[in-house]
């Protein structure tokens, strides 16, 4: 089995070099980058298992490269671990507002650490397991890019439709275990969709997503019974792909 990849983005080097040590000790492949900018691009090279990261550091601080990181199609996925010496509340918070995962004070308690990895880690094979097919409806090609890059980034199976008709046809052909239907580009394609979709006995399994901004969802409502979610665009993905993770754990703790 390969081994687990971290990237450690610090500008101490003593102290890089020992925690490089202790993880390899602990039978982790270790990368490191001197600074935010070469920890960016280690992270869209290599594409390490875990990031930790240090605030302190020349040109880019901890909390812009997380940042980056986490609006990034390649790295956003991949689990950051701050390790610094500023222990101020505002500095967690905001490092968890960025995406951290963990939030660690140095000195560290190198067990902490460990125990730390191990969670991030167990977390996202966890995700692997719960994954599934998506289909996604959508008519603008623009907007369907990063969704359908974030899906397949998190091991979700995309199939994509243009229209409402073509994706009745596919769902009804191959149905998927989730639909996004997007509204914005036609509302009475859309609902026209929700009904021919909630016809089809072979799809009674298969949970639709509404996407649209929330003007058109004001008027879409939530009176629709096939309707399970709604999502408002912009998307946050973040909590898309959360909303996915638990509707799919639920039906499976129900089969």
């Given at each position: 089995m390969a081994k687990k990849r971290i990237l450690v983005i610090d500008d101490e080097p003593d102290f890089v070099r020992l925690l490089q040590a202790r993880l390899q000790i602990a039978g982790y492949e270790v990368l490191t980058a001197e600074d935010g900018i070469k920890g960016i691009q280690a992270a869209r090279r290599d594409e390490p298992d875990i990031i930790i990261l240090d605030i302190m550091m020349p040109g880019l601080d901890g909390h812009m490269v997380c940042d980056m990181l986490k609006k990034s199609t390649l790295t956003w996925s991949i689990p950051v671990i701050y390790m610094t010496a500023r222990d101020?509340?505002?500095?967690?918070?905001?490092?968890?507002?960025?995406?951290?995962?963990?939030?660690?004070t140095k000195p560290y308690n190198p067990e902490m650490l460990l125990e730390m990895i191990k969670s991030a880690l167990m977390e996202g094979e966890e995700q692997e397991k719960r994954q599934g097919r998506v289909m996604i409806i959508d008519q603008d090609l623009s907007q369907v890019g990063e969704l359908e890059a974030r899906l397949k980034h998190s091991g979700y199976e995309v199939v994509y439709a243009s229209t409402a008709g073509q994706g009745v046809s596919l769902a009804i052909e191959s149905p998927p275990d989730v639909i996004l239907l997007d509204f914005a580009t036609s509302h009475a394609d859309g609902h026209a969709a929700v009904k021919a979709l909630g016809r089809e006995k072979s799809l009674v399994t298969t949970s639709l997503f509404i996407l649209a901004p929330q003007s058109v969802l004001d008027r879409v409502g939530s009176g629709t019974a096939q309707i399970e979610n709604f999502i408002r665009k912009p998307v946050n993905?973040?909590?898309?792909?959360?909303t996915l993770q638990r509707v799919l754990r639920q039906k499976k703790d129900r089969a």
């Open positions: 101020s509340q505002a500095d967690e918070i905001l490092a968890l507002e960025k995406g951290a995962k963990y939030y660690l993905y973040a909590q898309l792909l959360d």
